[in-house]
T-cell receptor, first 115, second 114 residues
Framework: EPEVTQTPSHQVTQMGQEVILRCVPI?????FYWYRQILGQKVEFLVS????????KSEIFDDQFSVERPDGSNFTLKIRSTKLEDSAMYFC?????????????FGPGTRLTVL | KQEVTQIPAALSVPEGENLVLNCSFT??????LQWFRQDPGKGLTSLLL?????REQTSGRLNASLDKSSGRSTLYIAASQPGDSATYLC?????????????FGRGTQLTVWP
């Protein structure tokens, strides 16, 4: 069964460093998302992406964050200068079709630890 | 802003019991509601998707109902098994979203003991 994959599973970085989290959505999916979950808290929306453009972003997704779909298969989240509070589990998700009618499928997550 | 609440926060039951997990949301203008399962340190597995026009959805031992006007959904798990132990998350897509942003509850942590 097709699934969303994410790499790496765990990333440790120093505060102020740039990190890139990678995702490979399900191949025929058109809508892509990033969420994060700080330990013990709710899963929070970061950004949605369609047709090579950001469609919607939350207040968390500030100028330190960017997303890209560089080659038609990968979908990346870049954090330019990491902060301690960016430590969280980051989930990528994708959806096949018209956003209101299809379920979102999530990847296994990347645990980001900022020291 | 949409707020999603789940009760109880934790539930511990013996194997074989039928369970009810509750989810409520503050803004009833939703497109759909999705139930997920999350195992410790893992990703989210989609269980059921209910459109706003539907009253319920079933998948195996799982049945989810939706009462949009009152802002509530319920997940029923029949004949629970130890393998059902996980955190169950409820998420809504409301009509303020253009592309499927989900608002999540904190989840119900379920433990089923043999």
């Amino acid at each position: 069964e097709p699934e969303v994959t994410q790499t790496p599973s765990h990333q440790v970085t120093q505060m102020g460093q740039e990190v890139i989290l990678r995702c490979v959505p399900i191949s025929n999916h058109l809508y892509f998302y990033w969420y994060r979950q700080i330990l013990g808290q709710k899963v929070e929306f970061l950004v949605s992406f369609y047709n090579n453009e950001i469609s919607e972003k939350s207040e968390i997704f500030d100028d330190q964050f960017s997303v890209e779909r560089p080659d038609g298969s990968n979908f990346t989240l870049k954090i330019r200068s990491t902060k301690l509070e960016d430590s969280a589990m980051y989930f990528c998700a994708s959806k096949q079709g018209f956003p209101t009618e299809y379920e979102q499928f999530f990847g296994p997550g990347t645990r980001l630890t900022v020291l | 802003k949409q707020e999603v609440t789940q009760i109880p926060a934790a539930l511990s039951v013996p194997e074989g019991e039928n369970l009810v997990l509750n989810c409520s949301f503050t803004d009833s203008a939703i497109y759909n509601l999705q139930w997920f399962r999350q195992d410790p340190g893992k990703g989210l597995t989609s269980l059921l998707l209910i459109q706003s026009s539907q009253r319920e959805q079933t998948s195996g031992r799982l049945n989810a109902s939706l009462d949009k006007s009152s802002g509530r959904s319920t997940l029923y798990i029949a004949a629970s098994q130890p393998g059902d132990s996980a955190t169950y998350l409820c998420a809504v897509m409301d009509r303020g979203s253009t592309l499927g942003r989900l608002y999540f509850g904190r989840g119900t942590q379920l433990t089923v003991w043999p």
